[in-house]
């Protein structure tokens, strides 16, 4: 191992350091983004549960899919990807 070290030069030195750069870099990026996740407020939203079931609860919201919803007929399908 000693004697594979001795036969780097400096060109490959550099190589392994800049993939090192890169993944310390990868990982604080990962860290701060998780960090900043955990904060309310910021990133993805939150599903406020107890509201969503109030909101259903009183009437405002149906807890069923809507009257207009129907899966795609083949005529429907084949439009959508531009067929004849």
Do not use: K, N
Request: hydrophobic share 45%.
């Amino acid at each position: 191992m000693i004697q594979s070290l001795r036969h780097l030069h400096l060109r490959e030195l550099r190589f392994l350091g800049l993939i090192a750069l890169t993944l310390l870099l990868m990982a604080l990026h990962l860290g701060g983004s998780l960090r900043l996740a955990e904060i309310s407020g910021t990133g993805w939203r939150a599903l406020d549960l107890p509201a969503l079931q109030r909101r259903v609860e009183s009437g405002e919201l149906s807890d069923r899919e809507a009257h207009w919803y129907h899966p795609a007929t083949p005529d429907e399908a084949a439009a959508l990807r531009g067929a004849p």
